[in-house]
Every structure is written in C-alpha cells, then in structure tokens.
C-alpha cells in the first residue's frame, strides 16, 4: 500500500517538472523582485564571510565565469534557483548556488542539462565546464607540489 502510495506521488512530481519544463520560457523575473523586496538574497552573508556558515573553496576565475554565465542565463529565463533544480533534477538547491558562486564546478551531466534547459547552443556551458576543471587540476597539482616541498 505505502509502495503504491509512494509511486503516485513520484508521478505526480514528474507531471509537475514535465509542466514546468514545457512553460518555463514563459515565466517572468517577478519572483526574483519579489525577494530583493524582501531582502532574501540580497543582504546575504556570501561564503567565507564570517557567521556564514559557509566554507569556501578557492574560487578560480574559468569556475566564476562558468558560474556567472549560468547565472545570467537563468535569471534571463526568469527560472528561480530552486526550478531550475527542480527541472535538472538535483536535489537541493544549495548545489546550484555553489556552481553559480564559482565554488564548485558542475558534472558533465549536470551542465548537458542546464544547456538543454537553458536553450543555449550545445557546448557553450561544456566549453566554460572544461576550462574551470583543467584550472582546477592545475590549482591541485600546484597545491600537491608546495606540500612536497615543504
């Protein structure tokens, strides 16, 4: 019984994303105005700011344009942080806020999706992916060696 339950419920949320999906290039930025109003998100404390809470990784400037265009290109379309989770699937949003911040570099998978989503041309978002990893490799080989040498 709860099997079932469950699977109604899982149908349910696909139905809403496959909605969403299909209207969200209709949506309007109001809701991103409606929070500045507020004062969520603006006023913020930004990782590594004390009382944050946040812990933050070296940002490297390929991860910060990577994270700044996918920004630009979700606030363009109006979608919120926590709909375009939604539509590619990841589970909480905060995930999305670290890959915007340029802390975190996003999997393959994860910017196939936000292309796709996005209606950006096919590797636009991989091309910026793959320049914040190889920066990365490079920051990790640079660290490993001063470890060694110290």
């Known amino acids: 019984m709860l099997a079932i339950q469950l699977q109604k419920v ?9 909605e969403e999906l299909g209207e969200f290039a209709g949506h309007s930025a ?37 994270g700044a265009e996918l920004r630009r290109l979700r606030l363009d379309r109006g979608l919120s942080q ?3 989770t939604r539509l590619i699937g990841l589970s909480a949003h905060s995930n999305l806020g670290e890959y915007e911040r340029g802390n975190r570099v996003p999997p393959l998978d994860i910017v196939t999706a936000c292309e796709r989503l996005l209606a950006v041309p096919p590797g636009h978002l ?15 080989r640079r660290a490993a060696a001063a470890r060694a040498d110290a």
Request: glycine share 14%.
């Open 10 to 18: 899982r149908n349910a949320g696909a139905r809403d994303s496959q």
């Open 30 to 66: 109001g809701g991103r105005e409606e929070r500045a109003a507020r004062g969520v998100g603006s006023t913020a404390a930004t990782a590594g700011e004390p009382g944050s809470g946040a812990h933050q990784r070296p940002r490297g400037e390929a991860a910060a344009r990577l």
């Open 82 to 84: 926590r709909r375009l």
């Open 126 to 140: 991989q091309q910026l992916q793959e320049e914040a990893r190889r920066e990365r490799a490079r920051a990790r």
